[in-house]
């Protein structure tokens, strides 16, 4: 497997010097500072790709390529907005990249309550309080109907958190619930959550999936043509949050997906934690059932709470059982080779790690510190070592 490093651009504060001593090879990366909808010109993606090229990297993966809320809403005439990504496409296409990762989240992206949670021997980890989600749904954004969404249990301890937190505690908290919105983006305040909302009013899963289904007929057909493999990201956490469907967190919407357009360009980024903040998603057997659309894989661990609430584990700690999920993605691999397939070779990245040692100091991206991080591609990259040894060469 190929080892990848997400990198921030010039809003990271990790530099490339940096990240080419972790041993990656491959960098992950965005326009972050275009906004949504607009092209990725042509002398900017060349200039990334000859940075990147320069510094000793390969760039073969996006993440993302960032879908218009339009389109996630089917809001208007949207021919312009599916020309600029097509042309985005074509202009990653010419500079090399191959897959491109994207997510169908309605308005926001990976989704935390608190951003530095204790670890038990030292250091950080990100991690969902279902009590302060449910507080921020019900009293700061007003959604009563959230009473629904959670257990009795837990919207007890939402009121009782909402009410002994200050001002300064629930500004950290829409921080928080933010913070997995990468780049040139609208960032919200919680009145202007509660607004951007609205717009979402009335949206139910089936249009939702209409809206996706729609995007896909738009752009497989040229992503075929210029012989780019999109790669959904699952949604995180994988359920409804704050009233908004989400319609990628198990098997069976992967199925529903991979069905709606059926194509080798149309497939997924095994994303290990996402889809393993929900008890009944086994991440393994998912990778197994969807091995041959797996076009990149995101590595990283949770521990998960009975009543929703999950944390950041260790790459090899936690629920899911990474060595199984290796092992699957390693097995996929050497069938590819065998195949004969172009696109063999998995890239995986430690997608997120605990903020270790100085690495709070350096304020990178939340869940994207230098030494958590390359503690995760270490473990993995062992796990990886030990499991070829034993599998016979392809
Ligand atoms: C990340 C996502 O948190 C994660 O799992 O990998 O933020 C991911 O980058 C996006 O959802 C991809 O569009
Ligand atoms: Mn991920």
């Known amino acids: 497997m190929k080892e990848g490093w997400r990198w921030y651009g010039k809003f990271d504060k990790i530099s490339l010097s940096e990240i080419a001593q972790t041993g ?12 949504y909808g607009e092209i990725w010109a042509s002398e900017t993606v060349q200039a990334t790709r000859q940075k990147l090229n320069a510094a000793g990297f390969n760039w073969t993966i996006v993440e993302s390529l960032p879908i218009h809320e339009k389109i996630k809403r089917n809001d208007g005439d949207l021919s312009g907005l599916f020309a600029n990504y097509r042309q985005s496409m074509a202009n990653l296409a010419a500079e090399g990249i191959e897959v491109i ?5 309605p308005l926001l992206d990976w989704t935390r309550t608190d951003l530095a ?50 001002q300064a505690e629930r500004d950290q908290l829409i921080h928080a619930v933010m913070a997995g919105l990468p780049g040139a983006y609208d960032r919200f305040d919680t009145a202007g959550l509660k607004e951007a909302l609205k717009a979402y009013d009335g949206i139910s899963r089936d249009q939702l999936r209409a809206n996706y289904k729609r995007f896909l007929d738009e752009v497989i057909p040229t992503a075929e043509d210029l012989g780019l493999r999109f790669a959904v990201h699952p949604d995180d956490p994988p359920r409804d949050i704050l009233g908004l469907p989400r319609i990628v967190s198990n098997e069976a919407d992967i199925d529903w997906i991979l069905n709606a357009h059926e194509s080798p360009s149309n497939g997924l980024t095994l994303c290990a934690g996402s889809l393993g903040a929900n008890p009944r998603n086994n991440v393994p057997d998912i990778a197994r059932k969807f091995a041959d659309k797996i076009h990149f894989a995101h590595l990283r661990n949770v521990a998960k709470d009975p009543d929703g609430s999950f944390e950041e584990a260790a790459h090899l700690g936690g629920d899911t059982d ?17 195949d004969g397939r ?26 994207y510190p230098l030494l958590g991080r390359m503690r995760g591609l270490a473990e993995i990259r062992g796990v990886i070592a030990g499991l070829s040894a034993q599998l016979p060469a392809a």
């Not at 990656?24 to 906004?35: F, M």
């Not at 990762?101 to 989240?105: I, L, P, R, S």
């Not at 999920?325 to 097995?331: D, E, H, Q």
Request: net charge negative; with cysteine.
């Open 342 to 367: 172009k696109d063999a070779d998995i890239t995986f990245r430690p997608d997120h790690g605990h903020d270790l040692f100085n690495d709070a100091e350096r304020e990178a991206h939340p869940g």
């Open 117 to 166: 949670a204790p670890v038990a021997r030292g250091g950080t980890c990100l991690r969902f309080s279902s009590a302060k989600m449910a507080a921020l749904e019900l009293f700061m954004v007003e959604r009563p109907e959230a009473e629904n969404d959670y257990s009795a249990e837990v919207i007890r301890q939402a009121k009782a958190w909402f009410e002994a937190s200050t």
């Open 24 to 35: 990656a090879s491959e960098i992950v990366t965005a326009q972050h500072e275009i906004p």
């Open 101 to 105: 990762c994207y997510n169908f989240m």
């Open 322 to 338: 990474m060595v199984d999920l290796v092992s699957a993605l390693l097995t996929e691999q050497r069938k590819r080779r065998t």
